[in-house]
């Protein structure tokens, strides 16, 4: 287990199993959100908490998920300024309002999640099959499907993404439909 402090809060996470305290946990929390936490549900645990420093936590949440054993590993990103928290591990991604806590959207991605990042006031999200983009209070601004091998970066508020060679740049609030062929 680790935490780690992000504006005003506490963000802490351990995967393989819950904590010893979780039962306390929970009765602490505003909002407790489980998805298949039974042994024999299969996949590996994820638990993320967070709290003001040195408080209980008010959010939890804890998961059994898919594809660890594939190197995709949970993450998380906090927004302080838009209170807003992002998870994703496995298939499932979620983002979570934390001054007032609640789940703001669940989201499944085909083959698996890999990364948050963050550009100014849009998230990122990446997985093996989509890149999808959210803003900072958790609004779904666009999605794409994408075949592997494909990578992106973000310039000046431009994505340049490159899929099998093929490379394509469109502004990252606006999204691909937008895109337009480099040369």
Not at 61 to 70: C, H, K, P, W
Not at 142 to 153: D, F, S, V
């Given at each position: 287990?680790?935490?780690?402090?992000?504006?005003?809060?506490?963000?802490t996470?351990?995967?393989?199993?819950?904590?010893?305290?979780?039962?306390?946990?929970?009765?602490?929390?505003?909002l407790?959100?489980?998805?298949?936490?039974?042994?024999h549900?299969g996949?590996e645990?994820?638990?993320?908490?967070?709290?003001a420093?040195?408080?209980?936590?008010?959010?939890?949440?804890?998961?059994?998920?898919?594809?660890?054993?594939?190197?995709?590993?949970?993450?998380?990103?906090?927004?302080?300024?838009?209170h807003?928290?992002f998870?994703?591990?496995?298939?499932?991604?979620?983002?979570?309002?934390?001054?007032?806590?609640?789940?703001?959207?669940?989201?499944?991605v085909?083959?698996?999640?890999?990364?948050?990042?963050?550009?100014?006031?849009v998230?990122?999200?990446?997985?093996?099959?989509?890149?999808?983009a959210?803003d900072?209070?958790?609004?779904?601004?666009?999605?794409?499907?994408?075949?592997?091998?494909?990578e992106?970066?973000?310039i000046?508020?431009?994505?340049?993404?490159?899929?099998?060679?093929?490379r394509t740049?469109?502004?990252?609030?606006?999204?691909?439909a937008f895109?337009?062929?480099?040369?």
């Amino acid at each position: 287990m680790f935490t780690v402090n992000v504006g005003d809060y506490a963000v802490t996470v351990q995967q393989g199993s819950l904590p010893a305290i979780y039962g306390d946990y929970k009765r602490h929390a505003k909002l407790c959100d489980e998805f298949s936490i039974r042994p024999h549900e299969g996949g590996e645990l994820c638990f993320v908490s967070v709290s003001a420093a040195q408080k209980w936590p008010f959010l939890i949440v804890a998961q059994r998920f898919d594809l660890a054993e594939a190197g995709l590993d949970p993450a998380v990103l906090i927004a302080p300024d838009a209170h807003t928290l992002f998870i994703g591990a496995g298939r499932r991604v979620l983002g979570y309002r934390l001054d007032v806590p609640e789940r703001l959207f669940e989201h499944t991605v085909d083959a698996g999640f890999w990364e948050w990042t963050r550009h100014g006031d849009v998230v990122l999200m990446a997985g093996e099959l989509e890149l999808g983009a959210w803003d900072i209070h958790g609004k779904p601004i666009w999605n794409m499907p994408l075949q592997p091998a494909w990578e992106y970066k973000v310039i000046n508020g431009n994505v340049h993404l490159n899929v099998l060679g093929r490379r394509t740049a469109f502004a990252l609030r606006e999204g691909p439909a937008f895109a337009a062929l480099e040369k």
